[in-house]
């Protein structure tokens, strides 16, 4: 591997710092008197270092990143006509084995007749490519860290501008990884678009957005036996906003009735041990909550309603009753409520800061006046930091609708078109992961589901960001 290469390029890099620095010190005592050099040597040290190491690792990156590719396609290219007639599965695996056998391991498979006999020799050929790769990578970066030390040493003396090319440089890298996260980004949403197109061209977007079956079991392959599919998402939509909103009335009225009291009620020491408690809750993780709803909140919803189902049959209330003994573990309100408990620390954390920013003339002026604390609170300080909490609430909802794994052990996976808290439901987040578990054809409208599922996801959630940030820029300009 070239990856080698990192550590050595650090030590050369660093002599350069040294030899740099040291250079530009020795021409600086050749100046004449009165003269000043216009960079400090440790900036001339940086210069030398900058033009070592970043060619020397650009050509490393790129080495390791598609010598692999590079190397495949050299063996696959002069393959026996015996491994270019393999399925395309089989090839690849051959080739595998080839690599693997070439350093020095054991093939995953065992090799018959023609493709037995060729399977050395092509291990053989795919370590003599891999080696040849490497070497040459390697000669290439440390030939770029030698010239350009060199350049960097022609170019140190007393009246350059070394701090601004050094200065130079890092903006360029700041601007190179802001690049980077915008283009992740772009990336993602072209995705989307592409194979969400992919699936509009089979299912039509009216069917997609208001029909109210979803029922994504397609046959994937021609020998296979499975249903014409049903891809109305309603239901989906209708199960993420009802767990939605039951989170929400979890979290919201317990995360700001907490902001409040640790910001306006609690004294020093009971803040600083209740806020830190609380944000506990924020690092764990939701596989945890989602073993917390599954075994523990189910089971005890469960027998509650269960209890009330038995005292209400064989009265007037029979009927519901009857389905109360119904109930099971999996529900809408169990993975609701436990998502909301995971939300609590988000909204107390936003909230307490967003009431801590209320100007201190506010509660003055309010308590000149004569007004209690619960007064003030209620008519002052919620008022004023209103837009800043309804943005910590939107932030809260995107977070609420992205959620996965407590709805899928809490909440099951069956679709079912229904705003009852008690029944069994499923959100988008959920169906994407269960489209892309197991076999994929990405060719097949089953799969392709995710992805319009994805892109209205990201659409949503984009848009009440969005509020979410405009509400909260008004709050601060009227605030800062």
Same mark, same amino acid.
């Given at each position: 591997?070239?990856?080698?290469?990192?550590?050595?390029?650090?030590?050369?890099?660093?002599?350069?710092?040294?030899?740099?620095?040291?250079?530009?010190?020795?021409?600086?005592?050749?100046?004449?008197?009165?003269?000043?050099?216009?960079?400090?040597?440790?900036?001339?040290?940086?210069?030398?270092?900058?033009?070592?190491?970043?060619?020397?690792?650009?050509?490393?990156?790129?080495?390791?990143?598609?010598?692999?590719?590079?190397?495949?396609?050299?063996?696959?290219?002069?393959?026996?006509?015996?491994?270019?007639?393999?399925?395309?599965?089989?090839?690849?695996?051959?080739?595998?084995?080839?690599?693997?056998?070439?350093?020095?391991?054991?093939?995953?498979?065992?090799?018959?007749?023609?493709?037995?006999?060729?399977?050395?020799?092509?291990?053989?050929?795919?370590?003599?490519?891999?080696?040849?790769?490497?070497?040459?990578?390697?000669?290439?970066?440390?030939?770029?860290?030698?010239?350009?030390?060199?350049?960097?040493?022609?170019?140190?003396?007393?009246?350059?501008?070394?701090?601004?090319?050094?200065?130079?440089?890092?903006?360029?890298?700041?601007?190179?990884?802001?690049?980077?996260?915008?283009?992740?980004?772009?990336?993602?949403?072209?995705?989307?678009?592409?194979?969400?197109?992919?699936?509009?061209?089979?299912?039509?977007?009216?069917?997609?957005?208001?029909?109210?079956?979803?029922?994504?079991?397609?046959?994937?392959?021609?020998?296979?036996?499975?249903?014409?599919?049903?891809?109305?998402?309603?239901? /989906?939509?209708?199960?993420?906003?009802?767990?939605?909103?039951?989170?929400?009335?979890?979290?919201?009225?317990?995360? /700001?009735?907490?902001?409040?009291?640790?910001?306006?009620?609690?004294?020093?020491?009971?803040?600083?041990?209740?806020?830190?408690?609380?944000?506990?809750?924020?690092?764990?993780?939701?596989?945890?909550?989602?073993?917390?709803?599954?075994?523990?909140?189910?089971?005890?919803?469960?027998?509650?309603?269960?209890?009330?189902?038995?005292?209400?049959?064989?009265?007037?209330?029979?009927?519901?009753?009857?389905?109360?003994?119904?109930?099971?573990?999996?529900?809408?309100?169990?993975?609701?409520?436990?998502?909301?408990?995971?939300?609590?620390?988000?909204?107390?954390? /936003?909230?307490?800061?967003?009431?801590?920013?209320?100007?201190?003339?506010?509660?003055?002026?309010?308590?000149?006046?004569?007004?209690?604390?619960?007064?003030?609170?209620?008519?002052?300080?919620?008022?004023?930091?209103?837009?800043?909490?309804?943005?910590?609430?939107?932030?809260?909802?995107?977070?609420?609708?992205?959620?996965?794994?407590?709805?899928?052990?809490?909440?099951?996976?069956?679709?079912?078109?229904? /705003?009852?808290?008690?029944?069994?439901?499923?959100?988008?987040?959920?169906?994407?992961?269960?489209?892309?578990?197991?076999?994929?054809?990405?060719?097949?409208?089953?799969?392709?589901?995710?992805?319009?599922?994805?892109?209205?996801?990201?659409?949503?959630?984009?848009?009440?960001?969005?509020?979410?940030?405009?509400?909260?820029?008004?709050?601060?300009?009227?605030?800062?």
């Amino acid at each position: 591997m070239i990856w080698f290469l990192i550590p050595v390029v650090a030590v050369l890099a660093v002599l350069a710092y040294v030899a740099g620095r040291r250079l530009a010190q020795a021409r600086a005592r050749d100046l004449p008197s009165g003269q000043t050099p216009h960079s400090r040597p440790q900036q001339h040290g940086y210069y030398a270092l900058i033009w070592v190491a970043a060619p020397a690792l650009a050509l490393t990156i790129l080495a390791g990143a598609f010598s692999g590719t590079v190397a495949h396609n050299l063996v696959a290219a002069d393959a026996p006509d015996a491994v270019q007639a393999l399925e395309p599965f089989r090839r690849e695996a051959f080739f595998n084995d080839a690599r693997l056998v070439g350093q020095g391991e054991r093939a995953f498979q065992t090799w018959s007749g023609e493709l037995g006999e060729a399977l050395p020799a092509e291990a053989a050929r795919s370590a003599r490519i891999t080696s040849t790769l490497t070497w040459g990578g390697t000669a290439a970066a440390l030939l770029a860290a030698v010239m350009g030390g060199l350049f960097a040493w022609s170019q140190i003396r007393p009246r350059m501008r070394a701090r601004n090319r050094v200065e130079g440089w890092i903006s360029g890298l700041l601007f190179l990884c802001s690049a980077v996260a915008i283009l992740t980004t772009v990336g993602i949403v072209l995705s989307l678009l592409w194979d969400s197109l992919r699936f509009f061209q089979a299912v039509p977007v009216t069917e997609f957005l208001f029909g109210t079956q979803w029922s994504p079991q397609i046959a994937i392959r021609a020998d296979q036996v499975g249903s014409s599919g049903a891809f109305g998402a309603v239901p /989906l939509f209708a199960g993420t906003f009802l767990i939605m909103l039951i989170a929400m009335a979890v979290a919201a009225p317990v995360g /700001l009735f907490s902001a409040i009291y640790l910001s306006e009620y609690a004294s020093a020491l009971s803040r600083g041990v209740v806020k830190p408690v609380l944000e506990i809750l924020a690092g764990v993780p939701t596989v945890v909550y989602g073993f917390f709803a599954a075994l523990t909140v189910g089971p005890a919803f469960r027998e509650f309603f269960n209890g009330i189902g038995a005292l209400l049959v064989g009265g007037p209330l029979d009927g519901i009753g009857q389905y109360l003994l119904l109930v099971q573990n999996q529900m809408a309100l169990v993975a609701g409520a436990v998502m909301g408990i995971m939300l609590i620390p988000f909204v107390s954390s /936003l909230s307490d800061d967003i009431i801590n920013a209320v100007p201190q003339s506010l509660r003055d002026g309010s308590y000149a006046m004569g007004a209690t604390k619960s007064e003030t609170v209620k008519r002052v300080l919620l008022p004023a930091a209103l837009p800043g909490i309804a943005g910590a609430l939107l932030l809260a909802m995107s977070r609420a609708i992205g959620e996965t794994m407590i709805v899928t052990m809490a909440a099951g996976l069956a679709a079912n078109l229904t /705003l009852n808290p008690l029944d069994t439901v499923t959100t988008v987040t959920v169906q994407i992961v269960t489209l892309l578990t197991g076999d994929q054809e990405f060719d097949s409208p089953k799969t392709l589901a995710a992805f319009g599922l994805g892109l209205t996801l990201f659409v949503v959630t984009l848009l009440l960001n969005i509020v979410a940030q405009r509400i909260v820029q008004t709050y601060r300009e009227q605030y800062d």
